[in-house]
């Protein structure tokens, strides 16, 4: 089997290592900006993350759809074709040390924490599938889907509260920022956009910049959840939070969907924090 893949991978390689190259791209590091972006706009308070959160899940049924083809569907095949990369890697770094050869090396090992790190978020808020065998006996015994579309910031904030989590999210987010940013630099002069020296140089300082960018942006996201996710901020959230949603569904934007949003006995163990001196983490796992 190996030596079938392998052989397929090498008759079509030309191919492949440019599907990738583009993938990595379009849609995944285009997805990963916009992410980056609608998560870092809790700072500007719960209802406005509430408020895009909705936007994006107004599409109903059409979203799994659009998460499948355009999200899913492409990490998956950039992250087999990478692992296929990376397994075929001879770094250099000790015998010349220049700076793309450390780069080079970076690149595939930010490749594989940043795939290591999306598995994990994904498990850690969405649980990966909804199935409810697997809702019941994998997810919540193992303290994953904490995320609550109907309850953005607050459910966000809870999940991030423990150190150890927030560590491995910053983590995860400058791996894969530093692998989007190389790899659009690597991308074009895969494609010959810039070939010359001086074009790479230029190139370079244009796509570290926007790594660093980007880079504020995904870690001000994580601050700006954390900052939501205990305490008056937490309670205030919460209550913001049901009111869009109320809102929202009255005016018939939204489906009135339980599964997507606290329980109404859970919402009030969590807005009774200051006053009980429960911890966020208590109120969470409480069960209806």
Sequence with gaps: MADTAS?????????IRRLHSLSGLIPVGAFM????LVNSSIIAGPETFQNNVHNIHALGPVLPLVEWVFIFIPIIFHAVVGVMIVSGMVPNVQHYRYGANWRYVAQR???VIAFFFIGYHVFHMHGWFHAEWWVNNVVEPLGGGQF????AAS?????LQNLLVATIYAIGILASVFHLANGIWSMGITWGVW???????RALYACSAFGVVLAVVGLSALW?????GSGENLTKAIEAENRMTDL????????DDPKKRLAPDESELKSSTKQTGWSAGDASNTKP
């Design 7 to 15: 052989s397929f991978f090498t008759r079509h390689e030309f191919l």
């Design 248 to 255: 929202k569904i009255e005016m018939g934007m939204l489906p």
């Design 224 to 228: 700006g959840a954390r900052e939501q």
């Design 195 to 201: 070939t010359r020296p001086d074009a790479q140089r």
């Design 155 to 159: 459910t966000a904030g809870e999940a």
């Design 109 to 111: 090992v930010t490749g």
């Design 33 to 36: 900006c916009v992410h980056l």
């Design 148 to 151: 609550k579309p109907y309850n």
